[in-house]
């Protein structure tokens, strides 16, 4: 079982440069969602978080069902429905398919989904460039980074970082002004969007009685990547279905607010199947890869499973004091934040990274946000009862589980609890800070008990 | 009317005082107050590091030791939301228990809420000379929904100014063994939540949790501020 990577967390801490920029762009998103979500702007915000909510839950209990419907609406469109167990079979996948077209150059467009199996990577090995095209994706790709965040890749990059990145890998002039910064990725991206044999996209919702992917965004990349290359494929983890076209109204006011505080985002863009003949736009062939990558192994257990109503917005890292800290790259996956938290071990195993469910002050800022009320401080409470269980059964953290058996017989057992606590007291000025003390001491003074306890004080006052 | 005190094990143990003043005021208010000496703990330090089994033997206690009590009044968001939230989780399978969980949770009160509700008592005659600034705890917060009664009550605390911090619904970092299992990230989150309660220029920051007032003395202390943490209690104590 891997422990935290104390190292990198205190660099993360220790950096007043990248604290500042966390603090103020995540503050940034939390004060844009108050305002989006606030009952002036959106009287219905809470009864459409339990719609929401309510619309998850059904469809993650039948999605046997709705992939079905999905996959026969997506056929009747004239696309293809290819599912994959794993990153291998979707880079195997769309190895072969570039292969049958001879296609070299892939764009694509902002998917975490993507990003989650390493697909860039995977292609490179074979000589396929895929480009990202996504301006925060794109800086990243260039500087070898993944992201920091779930909708703000670049959000601990300054612009003063992005003039950097483009001049060592772009070889242009040093341009600190964004808007300039956006026209040198805007030039070198749109020469990649004409020369592209494939476009990959992400999908925001997959939708089952229309077989159709939706796909939210700002710039207009995700447009021109499914719309301009003869192929579109769009990956996508089985979770993203909700059952019918009217449920969309339900998660379209509530994703741009909690992600950015946008009542919409700048594009919606509904991709149903390739290019009918009597069309002018759309691709000439259509793929909609589905991904499990450890969701199904979610879906026996009814509490565990509504981690996967996650639509991907964000909101729970902006609010995590936590992750307001440490920040997205000390997280072990690309899911950062609350939700990596809970969904690394569940889609991984809980043998790895044990120590994210315990990364928590359990403050609950993050439930209070989600859009679809995932109990996310619930569940990693689960999660860590898991951890000790699973690291029982390795025979590991034994000294911690004794303390704890302890502390639960000395607290059932009152005069042993009464003697403890004065025997603590008494000892406390002579005992030096080790172990969990030592801990507490390294940031804060230690508390010393007090000289009576309540119990001897109210026996005092009550003789009196 | 008799009210029963739970301390919990941090007021007992490290600031006992918080239990006398809460006891005062009660006594004030005209109740009976009632301290069963056998408790200990609410079993939330177990149950929030991932040992259930020994939660359970804990709140086991608690509920053998309040059974019979009126009300149980606790100076702490946490340690009540403990019980009235997560002991049905921790009895889900254990039918007896559960049910007197159901029977007991009603009657436990966090302090400040009781005076409000039970007791119908906004002002407690209570009187403080500074400038003070509340901070809002994570589970009387989220779980409780507790956030205007303790302004309310210091509102009415004669020669008091309560002067609200941006961050007043940060986390002050505590998080029982998150504390020490991440000490570098729990320092910090108390730092940025003292550098918002120093922009207030309050003499002291209240609290209705002792725990969140020792992580946030702790690192005060620390870093030599003049500031004080007060628990609730105290406050509405003084005269």
Redesign the interface.
């Known amino acids: 079982m891997t422990g935290?990577p104390?190292e990198t967390?205190?660099q993360t801490?220790d950096d007043p440069r990248l604290q500042l920029a966390i603090?103020t762009a995540s503050g940034r998103l939390m004060d844009h969602r108050a305002t989006a979500v606030s009952a002036g702007a959106l009287p219905e915000y809470q009864d459409l978080r339990t719609q929401a909510n309510l619309i998850k839950k059904h469809t993650i209990e039948n999605l046997d069902y709705y992939l079905e419907q999905l996959e026969a609406n997506v056929l009747a469109h004239g696309g293809q429905v290819i599912f994959c167990k794993d990153g291998e079979e979707v880079a195997d996948f769309v190895l072969g398919l570039a292969k049958k077209n001879d296609a070299r150059l892939i764009v694509k467009s902002k998917s975490m989904t993507s990003e989650e199996i390493h697909f860039n990577e995977r292609l490179e090995h074979h000589h396929l460039e895929a480009v990202e095209t996504d301006l925060g994706e794109y800086i990243l790709q260039l500087a070898h980074q993944r992201p920091y965040h779930i909708v703000a890749p670049a959000l601990h990059m300054t612009r003063y970082d992005v003039a950097d990145v483009f001049t060592k890998r772009l070889g242009v002039e040093k341009e600190v002004v964004p808007e300039n910064q956006t026209k040198i990725a805007r030039a070198v991206l749109r020469e990649k969007f004409l020369q592209a044999d494939i476009g990959v996209t992400g999908a925001n919702f997959l939708i089952a009685d229309s077989g159709a992917v939706v796909v939210v965004e700002n710039e207009g990349n995700a447009r021109l990547s499914s719309s301009t290359p003869k192929i579109h494929i769009a990956v996508a983890g089985i979770e993203k279905l909700i059952p019918r076209a009217q449920d969309l109204a339900v998660f379209l006011d509530l994703l741009g607010r909690s992600a950015t505080g946008q009542p919409l985002t700048v594009y919606t863009s509904f991709l149903s199947g390739p290019r009918r003949g009597e069309e002018v736009d759309g691709p000439d062939q259509f793929y909609l890869v589905l991904l499990d990558n450890g969701r199904t192994k979610l879906l026996t257990d009814p509490e565990k499973r509504q981690s996967l109503y996650c639509i991907r917005c964000g909101a729970c890292l902006n609010h995590c004091?936590?992750y307001r800290?440490?920040g997205g790259h000390n997280y072990p996956w690309v899911y950062s934040g609350p939700i990596g938290a809970i969904i690394t071990p569940q889609f991984h195993s809980i043998t790895e990274d044990g120590w994210l469910?315990?990364?928590?002050?359990?403050?609950?800022?993050c439930?209070?946000v989600c859009p679809v009320k995932i109990e996310i401080p619930?569940l990693l409470?689960k999660l860590?009862?898991?951890?000790?269980?699973a690291k029982r059964r390795q025979g590991a953290g034994g000294l911690?589980?004794l303390a704890?058996?302890m502390?639960?017989?000395?607290?059932?057992h009152?005069k042993i609890?009464l003697l403890a606590?004065r025997m603590?007291?008494l000892l406390a000025p002579l005992v030096p800070p080790v172990g969990?003390l030592k801990?507490?001491a390294?940031?804060?003074?230690?508390?010393?008990?007090?000289k009576?306890?309540?119990?001897?004080?109210?026996a005092a006052?009550k003789s009196k | 009317m008799k009210v029963s005190l739970f301390v919990t094990c941090v007021v007992d143990q490290v600031f006992p005082q918080v239990g006398i003043a809460m006891a005062e005021v009660l006594e004030r208010l005209g109740y009976e107050v009632d301290f069963p000496q056998d408790q200990t703990c609410c079993g939330q330090p177990a149950f929030n590091s991932g040992y259930p089994e020994e939660a359970r033997t804990v709140a086991r206690h608690f509920l053998d030791v309040f059974r019979d009590s009126e009300y149980v009044v606790v100076p702490s968001g946490s340690c009540t939301s403990m019980i009235t939230h997560h002991y049905e989780e921790i009895f889900k399978d254990d039918s007896k228990r559960l049910e007197e969980t159901h029977r007991l949770a009603p009657r436990v009160w966090e302090f400040s809420r009781f005076l409000l509700e039970v007791a119908k008592a906004e002002d407690v005659g209570a009187r403080y000379d500074g400038v003070v600034t509340y901070h809002d705890s994570c589970h009387a917060l989220r779980e409780l929904r507790i956030k205007n009664g303790p302004r309310r009550l210091l509102a009415k605390v004669d020669g008091l100014t309560l002067r609200e911090m941006d961050a007043a619904e940060e986390c002050c970092g505590f998080g029982g063994t998150f504390s020490i299992k991440f000490p570098e990230v729990s320092g910090a989150m108390a730092r940025t939540k003292i550098d918002s309660i120093r922009k207030t220029e309050a003499s002291a920051v209240v609290s209705i949790d002792s725990s969140c007032l020792m992580q946030l003395q702790g690192v005060i202390d620390r870093l030599g501020l003049p500031i004080r943490t007060l628990h609730l209690a105290e406050v509405l104590a003084s005269r």
């Open positions: 935290a104390s967390i205190k801490l603090y004091p936590v800290k440490i469910p315990f990364a928590s002050s359990l403050c609950g800022a439930a209070e619930k409470l860590r009862s898991e951890v000790t269980e911690e589980r704890f058996q502390f639960a017989w000395v607290m059932a009152p609890y606590g603590g007291a969990p801990k507490w390294s940031q804060r003074t230690l508390p010393r008990p007090a009576q306890s309540f119990h001897q004080l109210w006052r």
